[in-house]
């Protein structure tokens, strides 16, 4: 076999490289340099590109990790030092796993005692809306359901590709996705000046310019929004369900921060609910499919792998289709299952383990939203920036205004201009930001991402910093 790039997949090849590959590069390389002697300006670098929790400091959650730990060693079941409950509740895990292992296969789909678990928890957060276990699949995280579900919707060797609308901006790593699965992005613009809403002019627009060039059949929403911070109210919720209603289209919704809603007036509301509070009409014909996963920020254990996705009003037979997929990985990670299975069911009032656990969750959505207020407020006061209020998830998305020199740099450069604003950023200042959103956006329009689900000295440490390379460089013009 020939390793040239002719030989290579040439779907593989069509997919779109993403802004954050180079930089984040970039960034591990200072990142090793720094010990070795290189003088920089900085001590570290600052990565406040992407949520990772963890890696930002904070910590993990005691009642969890200690639960994994007997699951792991389950000798410790026998250890008195632990909580009664978290001894408890890993035997009840053990017993779930064949061989009462962590180390054994699952079915593809997930333990069964898992989407049992997801299933109740749905139904106590959508206050008795039925769901059901058989319509609940575990997969290793949200990009592999997200794939999963893409791929059944590609049209395969159609002459017209299948499209997804799509909101701009989205998550960075959607694009790549959708390409992989040889899916058309349909871009459609979320409001900036409301807070970054969805509204339904701009959708039948994005419809009407999308049926040019592919054949639109999901439409693809996060609420909260990602990297927006933009809640959904029950009225926006309607008005997308009856447009997907109308336009035959399926819900594809990523709910994966809906326990980091902190905007004042603002509750999480799923879409499932408020489908099926609405008239039968859409209640029982709007196909939907909503993601959740172990990168919530309450829990953030990113790198465990594993979240769920429900489906609803699903066709039997596709749904068949769905589990023949996720059977290429054999299972997901059964460590990430379990995990999962203590997100959606944590301690209770009157466990030994509840307290520790409210507080650890509370501390973490204090964070949240003492940052989202923070640093908003912040950016609004920096010239040639602003920034919309997040009322949830654990993003900002600043708009810059970018000096002409950026942008003629950038052009002899061949980057993006606020890709040269985050590589000049990075490199004088050791902060490595989030890319904006670079298709469908309105030209000359340039946005950066900043995660705030980090420790409030290392928000202050970004912001000082960004400040001073903003205010004293050529990074911008007001």
């Known amino acids: 076999m020939s390793s040239s790039r002719q030989q290579v997949n040439p779907r593989v090849r069509g997919i779109r490289a993403s802004a954050h590959t180079p930089l984040h590069r970039l960034a591990t390389q200072i990142t090793q340099d720094i010990p070795l002697g290189a003088l920089k300006p900085f001590k570290e670098v600052i ?26 060693l389950p000798r410790l079941l026998e250890e008195e030092t632990l909580p009664m409950d978290v001894r408890l509740r890993a035997q009840r895990l053990l017993e779930a796993c064949d061989g009462g292992s962590v180390g054994s296969y699952t079915a593809s789909s997930g333990l069964p005692h898992v989407r049992q678990s997801v299933a109740e928890f749905i139904m106590r957060r959508d206050v008795g809306v039925p769901a059901y276990a058989k319509d609940i699949f575990i997969c290793a995280g949200l990009e592999r359901a997200l794939m999963v579900f893409v791929k059944l919707l590609a049209g395969g060797e159609e002459e017209t590709q299948t499209g997804v609308l799509t909101p701009v901006p989205c998550p960075d790593n959607l694009p790549a996705l959708l390409d992989e699965a040889w899916v058309t992005l349909a871009p459609y613009r979320l409001a900036e000046d409301r807070r970054w809403a969805a509204e339904p002019d701009e959708l039948h627009r994005a419809l009407k310019s999308a049926k040019e060039r592919c054949k639109p059949r999901a439409i693809y929403i996060s609420n909260p929004g990602n990297p927006t911070g933009h809640v959904q109210d029950r009225k926006s919720i309607e008005e997308v369900i009856r447009f997907a209603a109308a336009q035959r289209l399926l819900l594809l919704v990523d709910e994966v921060d809906q326990d980091s809603v902190y905007g004042p007036g603002r509750e999480f509301l799923s879409y499932k609910r408020v489908l099926f509070e ?20 309450p829990i953030g254990e990113c790198g465990l792998r594993a979240g769920y996705m429900e489906l609803v009003n699903i066709d039997p037979e596709v749904m ?61 006061d920096l010239p040639g920036m602003s920034c919309q209020p997040a009322m949830g ?41 989030g890319a904006g959103c670079q298709y469908g956006e309105t030209p000359a329009t340039y946005h950066v991402r900043l995660c705030i689900l980090v420790l409030p000295d290392t928000l202050e440490e970004v912001l000082a910093r960004l400040s001073s390379f903003h205010c004293h460089g050529p990074a911008s013009s007001p």
């Open 320 to 380: 068949h289709f769905v589990d023949t997929m996720l059977c290429t990985d054999i299972s997901t990670p059964v460590t990430g299952q379990l995990a999962l299975d203590l997100m959606v069911d944590p301690p209770r009032p009157g466990d030994l383990s509840f307290d520790t656990y409210s507080q650890e969750i509370l501390l973490t959505r204090a964070v949240l939203s003492q940052n989202a207020q923070r640093a908003q407020e912040f950016l609004n």
């Open 278 to 297: 609405m008239d039968v009409e859409y209640s029982d014909t709007v196909e939907l499919v909503s993601f959740h996963s172990l990168a919530s920020a």
């Open 47 to 72: 990565d406040v590109s992407a949520g990772d929790p963890h890696k930002a400091g904070l910590k993990p959650l005691t009642f969890v990790r200690q639960v994994l730990a007997v699951c792991l």
């Open 393 to 433: 998830g654990i993003y900002l998305y600043p708009r810059l205004n970018v000096s002409p020199e950026i942008v003629e740099k950038a052009k002899i450069l061949k980057l993006a201009p606020e890709d040269l604003y985050r590589q000049m950023l990075l490199e004088q200042k050791g902060v490595f930001l």
